[in-house]
């Protein structure tokens, strides 16, 4: 069985602050990779993804994670954290393209000014 | 154009009461979800279907019944609605196995039950 765990359920920064959301899981099977974003009462936008190839990978409004297998994590950074990143965060794995996603607890992220 | 859609967004009923959410997507994908988010936000997968064959049913009572008329719509049933139902229930869809793995989800329909 697959399983996530998201360290801290609750993130504060500071405005142009570095914004780091760890992701550890398991997995039996090479992982497919996900952190999604959910803002309120809004459903859940992909952020990025890994499945193979490099393991840094590039998402949307600043945001990138590395996979490091040895250490079954997958961190999401930000190197400058914005107000509008204010949201709660989700670290996902999947067996495989088609598979249900397994989720992360979630971590929300507040951004003080 | 919305690639993910539910309706309704919002339903409040009492115990005891049937109810139905649809979802639909434009995106061509094949396969289509229902998950299940609980009022401390954790997420869990209730059913999957892939080309309107059920392929994961997640433990879920059986007053849960999704019904997939066709690869763009999802619907779920609840039968004899508990206390315990009152979430915000997720319609996603994906390409299936030959896509990228990631998975469009809908706005949520947050279900009250009183």
């Known amino acids: 069985a697959q399983s996530v765990t998201q360290l801290g359920s609750h993130v504060s920064v500071s405005e142009g602050a570095l914004v780091l959301l760890r992701c550890n899981y398991s997995?039996?099977?090479?992982?497919?990779l996900f952190w999604y974003v959910q803002y309120p009462n809004q459903g859940l936008q992909l952020l990025l993804k890994y499945t193979t190839g490099a393991t840094l990978v590039k998402g949307i409004n600043g945001f990138e994670a590395e996979f490091k297998k040895s250490e079954t994590s997958f961190h999401l950074t930000k190197p400058s954290a914005h107000m509008s990143d204010a949201a709660e965060y989700f670290c996902a794995v999947s067996r495989a393209a088609g598979n249900k996603l397994t989720f992360g607890g979630g971590t929300r992220v507040l951004v003080k000014p | 154009d919305t690639a993910v859609s539910q309706t309704p967004k919002y339903l409040v009923t009492q115990m005891g009461n049937d109810k139905s959410i649809k979802c639909e997507q434009n995106l061509g994908h094949d396969t289509m979800y229902w998950y299940k988010q609980d009022s401390k936000k954790f997420l869990k997968i209730m059913f999957s279907?892939?080309?309107?064959?059920?392929?994961i049913n997640e433990t879920v009572p059986n007053r849960f019944s999704p019904k997939s008329p066709d690869k763009a719509h999802l619907n779920l049933h609840i039968n004899s609605l508990e206390l315990g139902d009152s979430a915000v229930y997720f319609c996603?869809?994906?390409?299936?196995?030959?896509?990228?793995?990631?998975?469009?989800f809908g706005p949520g329909t947050r279900l009250t039950v009183l």
């Open positions: 996603a869809s994906s390409q299936g196995a030959s896509g990228g793995g990631e998975q469009f």
């Open positions: 279907y892939n080309n309107k064959e059920l392929i």
């Open positions: 997995s039996s099977v090479p992982p497919y």
